[in-house]
């Protein structure tokens, strides 16, 4: 039996479906400037297709992009950073929890109203049940970090000191960028949804250009970008 496309009910090509969702979760654009600058390149579509298509497909495109990367990821398990932000939604404050490797791969995001020990377990269950148990734990000096870590009995993994975590702390950057282009958000469950696709996307596009040459750089932003055009292809 063959796969249906999920492009199917849709008149627009998937390859301009691509490029809205990519130009919207990987740059710090807002709905209309897509569309500004998509019209620019001859496609008239509404700022509301933009995020009919981000939310229709953006969840399907992190989907498939995480199965691949944690298929071939083996050495995350060595070393994990963890780190949360606050993150304002309509005046209340709600923390987005992230586990960082070594390597700067943002392994997982999850959003929580608190960050107590009850958080806290919630965050690392999940995070341990995809990926697994690293070697070493990098955290902040947060309590709950530690009583998390009693329960499931990896409180000999934990280490925790200054600048040892500025890997999980820089990784909140280009989320914060895309937070004020977004004017914030209004429900923790869009919140959820944005930060699961918007890690996913940056994994796959985030090339460390900075500790290669620019003849490797080219080469894995064009493997990247070739990677994603071949997502949910039929």
């Known amino acids: 039996m063959t796969k249906r496309s999920p492009f199917r009910y849709f008149k627009t090509s998937p390859e301009i479906i691509r490029l809205a969702v990519m130009m919207y979760v990987r740059f710090p654009l807002s709905l209309r400037n897509v569309e500004d600058l998509l019209h620019e390149r001859g496609i008239d579509i ?17 989907a498939e992009i995480r199965k691949r990367r944690i298929q071939s ?12 932000v606050f993150v304002k939604i309509n005046g209340e404050t709600h923390y987005l929890w992230r586990a960082v490797d070594h390597e700067g791969e ?26 697994g148990q690293p070697k ?27 600048w040892l975590n500025n890997r999980a702390e820089n990784s909140h950057l280009p989320f914060r960028r895309r937070e004020r282009a977004m004017l ?3 429900q923790m469950r869009s919140l959820q949804q944005f930060a699961a696709v918007h890690v996913s996307v940056y994994n796959l596009f985030n090339t460390e250009r900075s500790l290669s040459s620019r003849k490797f750089f080219k080469l894995n932003r064009a493997a990247a970008l070739a990677e994603w055009l071949g997502l949910l292809a039929v």
């Open 184 to 186: 914030r958000f209004r």
């Open 106 to 131: 943002v392994l997982e995001s999850f959003v929580t109203k608190r960050r107590d020990k009850k958080a806290a377990l919630k965050f690392l269950r999940k995070a341990m049940r995809k990926h």
């Open 73 to 84: 990821i083996r050495s995350s398990l060595w070393r994990w950073h963890l780190d949360e």
């Open 136 to 162: 070493i734990i990098v955290t902040d000096r947060l309590r709950s970090y530690g009583a998390a870590f009693r329960d499931i009995g990896t409180a000999a993994r934990q280490v925790y000191g200054r």
């Open 46 to 62: 509404s700022h509301e297709t933009v995020r009919f298509w981000w939310s229709r497909f953006g969840p399907m495109f992190a």
